[in-house]
């Protein structure tokens, strides 16, 4: 996602230091082009994304992305596919402007600490960011900073900055405040917002990791994590939606095959409206009654998607089903019944309350859920599983 740093224009009316404004969509008809001298512009990892409005190839969404890119302005990015590197340096070239591409952050500068926020491409964007914050700290007179941009190490600023970091809804891990269960760890959500066939990737890798305790600080391990508690069974599920604009067969396949390269395996693929249910539902009323009937037809489109690429998966190691109940269709939807790897319930409130129903009444399973597919559901379970 390309970002401009400004700082003349908007802190003239807010009374800010610098305003850091996030591209929406594309960037060359976005709204924050409205800003035409920036200090300084960068864009990030770009992948397929928004595909209806940026188009369908690298090339197409990088020349879209690269909007935002100014006359005799700095602008960075970092690494990129060739297809998309050669549109956003062609772009670059016909304005003038030396477009420089970043490394990654080198772990070394951080002094023996770890990046705030989870996650092998967040080196990537702290690169980025490091590379867009030197710059501005130069061009707005801020030298005694700017001054060890080459120096072989950080600001103490810096460095406090990027391990302090914190970032709701990507690769973050909450435990389940309101199940009553005698485990720690029973019920544990593990959201991430991607959205995308490469966050979903990464989103992956990061969930398989964290489900099996690595890198992990002691803080948020959960105890379910403990090797030796072998009576007790860890099963993985997945809680998913999208938008309709977005293609399940691009997104779900590259999710399940990586976490099945880290042996990972999702025990079952629960799929839930694409609609908030805070006006209509509070935390603790998560009854079926409160809820309007919605149009699962998208949910059960999502539910095929899923069933078609566990078929297609032949190396899948099958788990154990004894340990989920059936789910009834009162409660939840549809279901290929109790053997089936997926269902599709008629509110998030109501998923919940199955996850919460299955380790309440068996003592000896503990679920490790995946939230993801979309910002408005993690954003939803956020508010359904806090107290």
Same mark, same amino acid.
């Given at each position: 996602m390309p970002a401009h740093l400004e700082s003349d224009a908007l802190s003239f009316f807010v009374q800010v230091d610098v305003a850091i404004m996030e591209v929406g969509l594309g960037g060359r008809f976005d709204a924050t082009n409205v800003v035409q001298k920036p200090v300084v512009c960068g864009i990030t990892s770009l992948g397929y994304d928004h595909m209806e409005i940026l188009g369908y190839t690298l090339g197409e969404i990088a020349g879209e992305k690269a909007g935002i890119i100014k006359r005799?302005?700095?602008?960075?990015? /970092?690494?990129?596919?060739?297809?998309?590197?050669?549109? =956003? #340096?062609? !772009?670059?070239?016909?304005? +003038?402007?030396? &477009?420089?591409?970043?490394?990654?952050?080198? /772990?070394?500068?951080?002094?023996?600490?770890?990046?705030? =926020? #989870?996650? !092998?491409?967040?080196?990537? +964007?702290?690169? &980025?960011?490091?590379?867009?914050s030197f710059t501005w700290l130069r061009r707005t007179g801020h030298l005694e900073l700017a001054n060890q941009e080459h120096a072989g190490s950080l600001p103490e600023q810096f460095i406090k900055g990027l391990t302090a970091a914190t970032f709701q809804g990507r690769a973050q891990i909450v435990p389940d405040q309101y199940v009553d269960s005698e485990n720690d760890g029973d019920l544990v959500f593990y959201l991430d917002g991607a959205h995308s066939p490469e966050s979903m990737e990464i989103c992956a890798k990061w969930f398989s990791g964290a489900v099996k305790g690595e890198n992990q600080p002691d803080k948020v391990k959960p105890q379910v994590f403990d090797p030796s508690s072998a009576e007790r069974v860890q099963l993985e599920i997945l809680l998913f939606n999208c938008m309709s604009v977005r293609d399940p067969e691009l997104l779900l396949p590259p999710l399940m095959k990586t976490c099945a390269s880290q042996d990972v395996h999702f025990k079952k693929a629960l799929f839930v409206p694409n609609v908030s249910v805070y006006h209509k539902v509070g935390t603790h009323n998560l009854t079926s009654s409160t809820v309007s009937e919605p149009n699962l037809s998208w949910q059960l489109t999502l539910q095929r998607a899923w069933d078609n690429s566990m078929q297609n998966d032949k190396g899948r190691e099958a788990k154990q089903v004894d340990h989920v109940p059936e789910e009834k269709n009162d409660d939840s939807g549809k279901s290929g019944g109790s053997e089936s790897s997926s269902v599709v319930f008629s509110s998030l409130p109501l998923a919940i309350k199955w996850l919460r129903d299955t380790v309440r009444q068996n003592q000896s399973v503990s679920l490790q859920v995946l939230v993801t597919g979309s910002l408005h559901l993690v954003g939803d379970v956020l508010k359904l599983t806090r107290k």
């Open positions: 005799g302005i700095p602008a960075f990015t /970092v690494q990129q596919p060739d297809e998309a590197m050669c549109v =956003l #340096e062609d !772009e670059a070239s016909s304005l +003038n402007v030396d &477009l420089q591409v970043v490394q990654p952050l080198d /772990v070394n500068l951080l002094n023996g600490l770890k990046l705030g =926020l #989870e996650g !092998e491409h967040q080196y990537v +964007n702290a690169g &980025l960011a490091i590379a867009l």
